[in-house]
């Protein structure tokens, strides 16, 4: 989801920057986004990065590709359809699909995720969104800008919890200058259909109100896409979450298979899954295996204004010294 939601922010900052050229004696007509005309440039670039891009390259390098669902038979062996695959070495990344969590009424109230949200066809009118981390801020940034009336559900006290404290404050206020209805330290008690849209019972404070939009956003986090992979036959080990877990050599509890990417649990971003697909295939077959190290990988999240940290919280770093000490 990484590099298709940017290609949307880019346009709404274009858009956005559009409406300010006035004061610097610069006249534009006021702007508008042609919603098509976004997700076609948005196509035409995850399409250059990957999908066709990837299929072209794998056939040049004399890649074998394998369409279908894989399941381990045991730790040497797959099955993809009628056919079984035997190889010495394995590496695993199948990603995450998103999570949904056990909210009343939510099995029966129609829904979209973040890989919907950058494939609609036209923009919704409302929007109602759970989740008030980097994927939710980000969508709430893009279709605010286009002019969907957006609310904005977060559970802890602050947007973007895992960063500084201040700087989730500062993205709040432009949050709603941008229009969008914030509510924080919000639980949502009950989901149902209603009509062509959806009603969101939701708890602020002490006041239960029932909020109706469109379109239901979940962007409540996500969960290792490893069900029905057949980990446990392979030797694989899971967490109480179903994510693989590894080593910091990328190497799962199966000697001769690796795990990278978003499927192993660690920070998923493009380019941490980059580098630990890299790292995964050279230690699959190095003398020398190289680790991962996480302690000062940037991150970015492309709201108003974008917000860039890397390494430790003050909070983490407090918690950190404190065990040593």
Known sequence: ACVPTKVLLRAAKAYRQTQGTSEYGVLTKPGEMDFERIMARRKKIVDALGGPRIDGLAEQMGIDVIKGKAVFLDAHTVQVGDSEYTAEKFVIATGTTTFVPPIPGLDKTPWIDFKEAVMLKQAPGSMIIIGGGPVGCEFATFYATYGTKVTLLQAASHLLNREEPEISEIIEEEMKKLGVDVHVSAEVIETAEAGSGVEVKVRIGKKIETLSADTLLLATGKRSATAGLGCKAAGVKLDDR???VTSTEMRT?????????????????????????NLAGFNAFAKKAQRFDDRVVPRVTFVVPEVASVGMTEAQARDAVSKVL
């Open 242 to 244: 179903g994510t693989i």
């Open 253 to 277: 509890t199966a000697d001769n298979i690796w795990a990278a990417g978003d499927v192993n649990g660690g920070m998923q971003f493009t380019h941490t899954a980059h580098h630990e697909g």
